[in-house]
């Protein structure tokens, strides 16, 4: 009957159980977020955060360069004079920059973090609707299978009985088109649970293979009471103003190029035959001011500031929104599914009165049909508010910025 092959998928998508159980929705994101781009990326882009880290802490904005130079009067008089020139440069940093760049890399690696958790939370909105989409799509087809199950029996019951002549063709041919329809509603739903399971192919890969619709496990619910974590589209917007906010300030102490303090040594002669004399050069390059360079680089940075600063505010209402919104449908979840669990019940114990009724001749088969009918739909719709129920708790751990547990 329905009624056993719903019971498992209605005990599974009720329970509330933690991460590792028999729950398969976070291997499913896992799977889909190991494919994604900023996760491959993720490794590289570590590295070179790292990298930057180390550049601000060195002792020089830019490595030292080499300088060397040959003068020589080969090529016009020949008359032996030579200068050879070998030096160092050495750029300095500017006051207050080497302090703002070391907290320019630092903001920037807490950016990285943020946004692969923020990216992380995105594509869990994305999995979790393809999986409750692929649990629904699973319901309706263990619907269908449980009604051909139950119109193919009453069809061998008429069948019967219309041989013995207690029952006209009439009843025969209705019963057989009952069964016809719920064939095709089967083949419907397989359809549609096709296209739900290659959406999530497609997230995951074409090699994983989810576990059966009934084994469905509801993620935790958060506590009501507790206070809600940072959440990650928060903390990236948060920490993208601490980047941009440090540019401008790391832009403000780059008011010109870097100077250059340079150490060389000359040695050199007047002639052919002359002693070679040797000096040393000690010279310092300083740039002049950048001017409306600088000045761009300063207002474009304090412009990023300030937009992040605004968009920080206006995603902070949206998601305080979002998580009153995604509180009530729980709630509103809950109420539908007591509803339809007492439905559901008094649809069962109808059916079983029809049923015995219509095996005594009490009952035509119209009304048998019809009562069946109902009883399907109500054992339809309790399954299916427990999965609404749990799709309702994941919508609720999204707007909490959880992943899927």
Known sequence: MLLAALAGLAAGASAQQPAGTATSLPALFEAAWARQPEAQALPLR????????????????????????LK??????????????????VPLWLPGERGSAAALAQAEASALESRAQAARLRLAATVREAWWQWQRAGLELEVARGQLDSAQGIARDVARRAQA??????????????????EAAV???????????????????????????????????PPAAAEPPQH?????????????????????????????????????????????GQTVTLAVRIPFGAGPRHDARVASARADAAE?????????????????????????????LAAAERRA????????????????????LPTRLRIDAEATEAERQAARSRIELAAAISAWRQALGLLPQ
Do not use: C
Not at 48 to 69: F, G, H, I, K, N
Not at 165 to 182: M, T
């Open 308 to 336: 992040a600063q605004a968009q920080l505010a206006l995603d902070r209402a949206r998601l305080q929104s979002e998580r009153e919104s995604a509180v009530a449908r729980v709630q509103a979840a809950r109420s539908q």
């Open 46 to 69: 570590r590295d070179a955060a790292q990298a930057q880290r180390r550049a601000a802490d060195a002792w020089t904005p830019e490595p030292p360069a080499l300088e060397a130079s």
């Open 187 to 221: 083949a419907q739903a397989e359809a549609g649970t096709t296209v739900a399971l290659q959406q999530l192919k497609s997230l995951a890969g074409g090699t994983w293979a989810p576990m059966a619709t009934a084994s469905a496990v509801a993620e935790p619910e």
């Open 345 to 364: 019940t008094l649809a069962r114990e109808t059916r079983g009165f029809f049923e015995k009724s219509f095996r005594l001749g009490e009952t035509d």
């Open 165 to 182: 002549g207690e029952l006209a063709r009439a009843d025969q041919h209705q019963a057989d088109g009952a069964v016809a329809a719920a």
């Open 72 to 89: 020589t009067d080969r090529l016009q008089r020949d008359e032996g004079a030579r200068e050879m020139e070998l030096g160092i440069a």
């Open 232 to 276: 990650p589209a928060l903390a990236e917007l948060r920490d993208r103003a601490t980047v941009a906010e440090r540019a401008a300030a790391l832009a403000s102490t780059q008011s010109r190029a870097n100077p250059e303090l340079t150490l060389a040594t000359t040695r050199d002669r007047g002639a052919s035959g002359e002693r070679y």
